[in-house]
């Protein structure tokens, strides 16, 4: 599974939007992009996926770049309820695999009133 | 639907002790997966299962470090003995594979179990 690169800590104003990026080079054809975040002391959370074309759900956006080498999760108006770990995470599906999610270090999200 | 749940939520045991991790995957998922989390290595994914057959075990750390699924409602994580550096969060994942051009739909994770060796 490809790997991906996120910065380590990000800071948005409450109300704001928080554009989280993830750099994935590597990424192959039949891989998605998913995201989930972990709040302190609980499970990691599913956010949001995506192959090719931008997704949009309750929670979040997700821009793909034509190239699919890069995304960006997008929260439109951060509460301070959104300070968590951020991961962005590619891995692949098919009949014999499960697209097990490794996951990295993350992006530490922290929400400011 | 109640989620994942794991039992127990804490554990303290002390070295050279035997000690069981116990999850209940969402009904109708067909994956489970056992992830250990530490502040050094972040999340690790231990093992998974597929309709109940373990696929990748090459995450468990050492042989003192055994997995079950004996049916599609419950899985067990034993560690015998268990050592201080053990001693970490452990979550049990669940989530729906769709078979042959199926994209897995999101892990549902459950509360983890704090376990402490000492």
């Known amino acids: 599974d490809a790997k991906t690169t996120q910065p380590t800590s990000m800071d948005c104003a409450e109300g704001r939007a928080a554009n989280l990026p993830c750099n994935h080079s590597?990424?192959?054809?039949?891989?998605?992009v998913y995201w989930y975040r972990q709040i302190h002391s609980q499970g990691p959370q599913y956010i949001i996926h995506?192959?090719?074309n931008n997704e949009t759900n309750e929670m979040a956006s997700l821009i793909i770049t034509e190239d699919r080498k890069s995304s960006t999760l997008i929260l439109p108006h951060a509460t301070l309820r959104d300070t968590a770990v951020y991961y962005c995470?590619?891995?692949?599906?098919?009949?014999?695999?499960?697209?097990?999610?490794?996951f990295g270090q993350g992006t530490t999200l922290q929400v400011k009133p | 639907d109640a989620g994942v749940i794991q039992s127990p939520r804490h554990e303290v045991t002390e070295m050279g002790q035997e000690v069981t991790l116990r999850c209940k995957p969402i009904?109708?998922?067909?994956?489970l997966f056992w992830y250990r989390q530490t502040m050094m290595r972040g999340l690790e994914l231990l093992i998974y299962?597929?309709?109940?057959?373990?696929?990748?075990d090459s995450g468990m750390p050492e042989d003192r470090f055994s997995a079950k699924m004996p049916n599609a409602s419950f899985s067990t994580l034993k560690i015998q003995p268990s050592e201080p550096r053990d001693s970490a969060v452990y979550f049990c994942?669940?989530?729906?594979?769709?078979?042959?051009?199926?994209?897995?739909?999101?892990?549902?994770f459950g509360s983890g179990t704090r376990l402490t060796v000492v």
């Open positions: 009904s109708g998922h067909n994956s």
């Open positions: 299962f597929n309709n109940n057959v373990p696929i990748d």
């Open positions: 994942a669940s989530s729906f594979s769709g078979g042959t051009g199926g994209a897995n739909y999101g892990y549902t």
């Open positions: 995506g192959l090719k």
């Open positions: 590597t990424i192959s054809g039949n891989e998605y």
């Open positions: 995470i590619v891995s692949s599906h098919g009949s014999s695999n499960t697209g097990k999610l490794i």
